[in-house]
């Protein structure tokens, strides 16, 4: 599973200094949010389907033990069946027992981050099966051996030259890396093979239909459909939180999704599946499979003030706007989710001791929850876990509280107050250490003014 080497503050600055991830950065994200603009203006009704959306989530988190049941039913009722997995170790276990007893060497994936979450490829591989990726993106990283750093695009930080020179390295292949639709054209040879080959297909879900058992995914390539209906088993991963109660709230989501996500009206492929091939039908799997993971899931939805993030749909709108993930990219961060979501999912999931500066990353600036298809209120949700990480270790805040004391101190003093403004003017370009010198590191010092606010105030008023 993700797991990082480096302390996040080391990685943020060597994020910082990369240029190709900076070039590769603001090439692709300013597209994203443009796209998704224009979608969003032309629907009048986009903040009511917002809200309902955010009714719709939350009334199944509130009562998802009951609604997983109604899944759970259906799909059995059907033909399929279903595992609850409690840790990511027994969500791996269950998908090695089925490759195990159809005595499957290889896998193709559509996309998938519950996969990446319990780490599934690697413990595959462990076991003499061949995981391949089939998503363009995903496949990219994998031949690079790397996680995704987006959500919605996993490849988001590698350039054409990046792809180009990595085809060479690993398929053997001289790539012009302006040629875009050519280096498409191979990947696509090259993973057909192994389509006709897989003895599984495994996928992730955007959301399971309670009432219907209805399975639905959603994609641009073509790959998850050729996954989830050539080989003869399929194997669905997916979240408890994705769950929604009925056919008709698809309608809903659907049209948040695909606007959200890629600033597409509807995705170009919307698959829905309901159990296994039945008598008579041409293509589908002899047997399906879904693999609902609690893997932390259940202390989040137990916790009030924080269940809110169970409501993502994983449509990425709020890392393409956040400022701090469009400057470092999603491999900083110390978990497979990454941004303002990743932000508030990876301390609930792993603790925050796992990296307790994560909530502090963020500007607070709004744009997630502006963004955000379910309207959740993450600036509210990082405050939380902020708040939450301060109380269980204030050893690591004692210089912070002791400045917030001084800066309180002076407030009330009004000549306290005029001296450190003048001490700060004067040695404020000149100071270079303490958390000044770390804000200093990656942005401009402002220009010191000629005069201070109250003295321009008090030149105005006389």
Same mark, same amino acid.
Request: proline share 7%; glycine share 8%; hydrophobic share 40%.
């Given at each position: ?41 032309q629907m009048p009704d986009w903040e009511e389907l917002r809200t309902r959306a955010n009714a719709i989530k939350r009334e199944t988190i509130e009562n998802l033990p009951r609604y997983l049941d109604q899944l759970e039913a259906a799909i059995?009722? +059907? ?117 006709? /080959? ?20 959603? /994609?641009?390539?073509?790959?998850? +459909? ?161 708040? +939450? ?74």
């Open positions: 599973m993700h797991a990082q080497s480096q302390p996040f503050d080391q990685r943020i600055d060597v994020a910082l200094h990369d240029v190709g991830l900076q070039r590769a950065m603001s090439g692709t994200l300013p597209q994203f949010i443009a796209v998704r603009s224009r979608v969003v203006a059995t009722a +059907r033909g399929g069946k279903v595992f609850r997995a409690a840790t990511p170790e027994a969500a791996n276990k269950y998908v090695g027992e089925v490759m195990d007893r159809r005595q499957a060497k290889i896998v193709v994936k559509s996309k998938s981050m519950a996969t990446e979450e319990i780490g599934l490829n690697h413990y595959l591989e462990a076991r003499g099966v061949e995981p391949v990726e089939t998503d363009l993106g995903e496949y990219i990283i994998q031949l690079a051996g790397q996680t995704p750093s987006h959500i919605v695009a996993p490849a988001i930080h590698m350039t054409r030259f990046d792809v180009a020179e990595l085809f060479k390295e690993k398929l053997a292949a001289e790539m012009d890396p302006n040629d875009i639709t050519g280096m498409t054209a191979l990947a696509r040879r090259v993973l057909r093979e192994k389509f006709l /080959e897989a003895g599984v297909g495994i996928s992730g879900a955007n959301f399971a239909v309670a009432e219907s058992g209805t399975i639905v995914i959603v /994609e641009n390539e073509g790959n998850a +459909r050729l996954s989830t209906s050539v080989p003869p088993v399929h194997i669905a991963v997916m979240g408890m939180e994705k769950v929604i109660p009925k056919p008709a709230d698809l309608a809903i989501f659907l049209k948040l999704l695909a606007r959200s996500a890629t600033g597409q009206k509807m995705s170009s492929y919307v698959s829905f599946i309901t159990g296994p091939r039945r008598d008579g039908e041409p293509d589908g799997p002899e047997e399906f499979h879904l693999v609902i993971l609690d893997c932390g899931r259940g202390k989040i939805l137990k916790d009030p003030l924080m269940r809110e993030a169970l409501y993502c749909i994983r449509c990425g709108a709020c890392l393409n706007v956040c400022p701090v993930y469009r400057k470092i990219g999603g491999h900083a961060y110390p978990w497979v989710y990454s941004g303002p979501i990743g932000k508030i999912l990876s301390p609930q999931i792993q603790g925050l001791d796992v990296e307790p500066t994560l909530p502090f990353a963020s500007s607070l600036c709004g744009a997630c929850r502006d963004v955000c298809p379910v309207k959740i209120r993450i600036p509210e949700l990082l405050l939380e876990l902020r708040k +939450r990480e301060t109380e269980q270790a204030p050893q690591r805040h004692k210089l912070e509280k002791l400045i917030f004391r001084a800066w309180a101190w002076a407030m009330q003093r009004p000549w306290a107050y005029s001296l450190g403004s003048l001490a700060g003017r004067v040695a404020g370009d000149s100071i270079s250490f303490g958390p000044v010198g770390i804000w200093k590191k990656t942005r401009e010092w402002p220009a010191t003014p000629a005069r201070s606010f109250r003295e321009e105030w008090e030149r105005r008023r006389k």
